[in-house]
Structure formats: structure tokens, C-alpha cells
């Protein structure tokens, strides 16, 4: 069973940029997808990256395409979530996420089955 603990979160001014982490221990961690998905307040937690065992196959949702970078270090046990160019409505808390479906790029919230606890993103307009 996999633990993931979140970092890099903070206030940045819009047009800013943050790199979240996420350190992974206890399973095999090379062997997992992994997510980042955010949640507003007030909303629901919705996708926004995730990255296939291997790093060899990603996806983004469109509201952050072509601004978020999502990449891993298998050897670090780490997944990263590189945020450019930041907007007001990017504030959320970010959570990674573990899909032990490694291939697999999933959206869906259920298909990951460990979380963690969340760091907070503002960004300031």
C-alpha cells in the first residue's frame, strides 16, 4: 500500500508559477499511475493531470493544458506537478493520487484508489 504526501503548495500572483511534489512510500511506486486532481471551495474535485507508470504517456485537462507540466522520478518515489502561468481560478487544494493500473492515464477519480492530504494553491489576482 502506497502513502502520499504533498508539498509545494502556497500564494503566488497570477502569472506565476509553483511546482508541487508528491513523495510516495511504502508499494512499489513504479508500478502506479499517478493523478493530480484539485478541488475549490464549493465545488466538486475535479482531473488534472495524470501520468502512466513509465512517464511515457500523459494526459492533462483542457484547462490546463499547455500551462502544467506533469512528470516523475521513479528513483525519487516522486511525482511532480509544474504549474506556469497561474489564474485566479486555479486555486484549489491539489491532491495526488495512485492508480495501481500503471498503463492506464484515467480522469476518473475512482480508478485511484490512495490520496493524499492535499496542499493548498491561492493565486492572487
Known amino acids: 500500500q502506497v502513502q502520499l504526501v504533498e508539498s509545494g503548495g502556497g500564494l503566488v500572483q497570477a502569472g506565476g508559477s509553483l511546482k508541487l511534489s508528491c513523495a510516495a512510500s511504502g508499494g512499489t511506486f513504479s508500478s502506479y499511475a499517478m493523478g493530480w486532481f484539485r478541488q475549490a471551495p464549493g465545488k466538486e474535485r475535479e482531473f488534472v493531470a495524470a501520468i502512466s507508470w513509465s512517464g511515457g504517456n500523459t494526459r492533462y485537462a483542457d484547462s490546463v493544458k499547455d500551462r502544467f507540466t506533469i512528470s516523475r522520478d521513479n528513483a525519487k518515489k516522486t511525482v511532480y506537478l509544474q504549474m506556469n502561468s497561474l489564474k485566479p481560478e486555479d486555486t484549489a487544494v491539489y491532491y495526488c493520487?495512485?492508480?495501481?493500473?500503471?498503463?492506464?492515464?484515467?480522469?476518473?477519480?475512482?480508478?485511484?484508489?490512495?490520496w493524499g492530504q492535499g496542499t493548498q494553491v491561492t493565486v492572487s489576482s
Open positions: 493520487a495512485a492508480d495501481d493500473t500503471g498503463y492506464r492515464v484515467s480522469y476518473y477519480s475512482w480508478d485511484y484508489g490512495y
